[in-house]
């Protein structure tokens, strides 16, 4: 690569790649295209260091899509509500992002049903989670250059990636888990919860963890909650304090069982000692489904 060549003109080089993989990140054109435009301001002031950084052995394409992937991160983090969980998602939930009416490439990716299926899917991970299987898995990114985007080892950044792949490929809903380390994890998080210590919390949370809830939840006064620092400030209260610890589906997780009846599971994610994500369930036709059993504590 010659070493003066800018950042902007090697944004422009790899325009087209830079919206493709933006709008995988994102699932909408609309905000790929805010994505790309941030992602140039960026490049564009820092051109005066741009001749150090590309004598680096960076690819040549390598400083613009790490660039691209933290501006889509960022925007993925800042959404006020994560979108319908697993057990939300139903046969209309594709997204619809908006017409590409002018541009045949887009509207040959719109027709595409799979290309549609995966957004579904993506739209139940975390951002974390999404950014390293796209990266990794659709645009060949090595693990070593995810790792420092997602702040995480590359070989954390791998487990992230087989997460998504495993769910995309229909073969995981939960991971498997080390259960007795997971148990103690969420045994940890109902502990520092019952006591309010949001400390404690934040440090069992994966910094991209979602909080999820059913319709029927929701009804109960349950929200959603993404980011380490709000789902802690949102576990706790009464319900922490009745939950009981119980292996729902094979995998750790909590129940709140007023007189003797489930009226709340609490389903976790567990990943490397951290929280990804929880879902909560309070649909009495989902919950007599599950294989819930209470434990001990």
Do not use: N
């Not at 969980?85 to 046969?91: L, M, R, Y």
């Amino acid at each position: 690569m010659d070493a003066h060549t800018l950042p902007a003109e090697l944004f422009e080089r790899h325009r087209p790649r830079l919206r493709a993989l933006a709008y995988r990140l994102l699932g909408s054109f609309d905000e790929a295209d805010d994505a790309l435009q941030e992602t140039r301001l960026r490049l564009s002031r820092s051109e005066t260091e741009a001749t150090e950084a590309t004598e680096a052995t960076e690819p040549p394409d390598a400083r613009p899509t790490a660039v691209v992937a933290r501006v889509c991160l960022d925007l993925l983090r800042a959404r006020e509500t994560p979108r319908a969980g697993p057990w939300d998602a139903g046969d209309d939930a594709a997204p619809h992002p908006p017409d590409a009416a002018g541009d045949p490439d887009e509207r040959a990716l719109l027709a595409d049903s799979a290309e549609r299926a995966l957004l579904v899917v993506l739209d139940t991970v975390t951002p974390a989670e999404r950014l390293a299987f796209v990266l990794h898995d659709l645009f060949s990114v090595p693990f070593e250059e995810i790792a420092p985007i997602v702040e995480r080892t590359p070989a954390a950044a791998r487990q992230l990636a087989v997460r998504v792949r495993r769910r995309v490929q229909g073969t995981e809903e939960m991971p498997e888990p080390d259960l007795p380390r997971q148990r103690e994890v969420v045994t940890a998080f109902l502990a520092a919860a019952r006591s309010g210590d949001v400390d404690v919390l934040r440090a069992l949370l994966d910094p991209d963890v979602v909080l999820r809830a059913d319709a029927e939840a929701v009804r109960t006064g349950a929200t959603g909650a993404h980011g380490a620092d709000d789902v802690a400030k949102t576990f706790s209260g009464r319900v922490a304090r009745a939950a009981r610890i119980a292996t729902v589906d094979g995998a750790a997780g909590l129940v709140w069982a007023p007189g003797g009846e489930t009226r709340v599971v609490f389903g976790f994610t567990v990943l490397d000692d951290r929280i990804t994500s929880i879902d909560v369930l309070a649909d009495p036709g989902r919950l007599h489904r599950l294989e819930l059993e209470l434990l001990d504590e």
